[in-house]
């Protein structure tokens, strides 16, 4: 059975850094790509990064590029976030999702783990 | 403002069918494959439909999917109580190299 668990979400300071954590656990873990989706309170879904299952390739979305930087770590069937100058408006439930086998794979995002939460608040 | 142009809303009563657009543009919809998203309240999004009307195992046939051009549609045929939840469609966008979603959509039953 394929779980997903997040962790690390805190109440953090603007400016502040937290870095969140993804632990997989019932696939074949190196060969699929992995995504952050976030959702701020009441809203949408936003895609906010994606990484290969080598870990070679990343992808960020605009909002976040340049501030946040997903990684893995194949050897503990883990992938990061690791989120720096943070503002009100990081402010979601952060999501990790099981991709495809590459980032844009057709079949991405067939397993969610249950989310965590990041306030951003002075 | 969202990428995908999605209705906030959409309703109908038990047995009915009910269809979600979604406008994209040439760089995503117009190139790409789109997925749908189910939401229940205080769950998880599910991966309803990928590849425009591919289901994973386990969702009915009840759910089907569509594309034309730069635009998809979601349609819930014989709608159930449970099919209350908010749907998003995704598509990889290739001017951004990144995953970008519509609004959502929230289906309400009567």
């Known amino acids: 059975e394929v779980q997903v668990l997040e962790s690390g979400g805190n109440l953090v300071q603007p400016g502040g850094s937290l870095r969140l954590s993804c632990a997989a656990s019932?696939?074949?873990?190196?060969?699929?790509?992995m995504s952050w989706v976030r959702q701020a309170p009441g809203k949408g879904l936003e895609w906010v990064a994606g990484?290969?299952?080598?870990?070679?390739?990343?992808y960020y979305a605009d909002s976040v590029k340049g501030r946040f930087t997903i990684s893995r770590d194949n050897s503990k069937n883990t992938v990061y976030l690791q989120m720096n100058s943070l503002r009100a408006e990081d402010t979601a439930l952060y999501y990790c999702?099981?991709?495809?086998?590459?980032?844009?794979?057709?079949?991405?995002?067939?397993?969610w783990g249950q989310g965590t939460l990041v306030t951003v608040s002075s | 403002q969202s990428v995908l142009t999605q209705p906030p809303s959409a309703s109908g009563t038990p047995g009915q069918r009910v269809t979600i657009s979604c406008s994209g543009s040439?760089?995503?919809?117009?190139?790409?494959?789109v997925n749908w998203y189910q939401q229940l309240p205080g769950t998880a999004p599910k991966l309803l439909i990928y590849?425009?009307?591919q289901r994973p195992s386990g969702v009915p046939d009840r759910f089907s999917g569509s594309k034309s051009g730069t635009s998809a549609s979601l349609a819930i045929s014989g709608l159930q109580s449970e099919d209350e939840a908010a749907y998003y469609c995704?598509?990889?966008?290739?001017?951004?190299?990144?995953?970008?979603f519509g609004g959502g959509t929230k289906v309400t039953v009567l």
């Open positions: 999702a099981k991709y495809g086998y590459h980032v844009n794979s057709a079949l991405s995002g067939d397993h």
């Open positions: 019932g696939f074949s873990f190196s060969t699929y790509a």
């Open positions: 990484i290969t299952g080598s870990g070679n390739n990343a």
């Open positions: 040439i760089s995503n919809i117009g190139t790409n494959t």
């Open positions: 590849t425009y009307n």
């Open positions: 995704a598509a990889w966008d290739v001017s951004l190299s990144g995953w970008v």
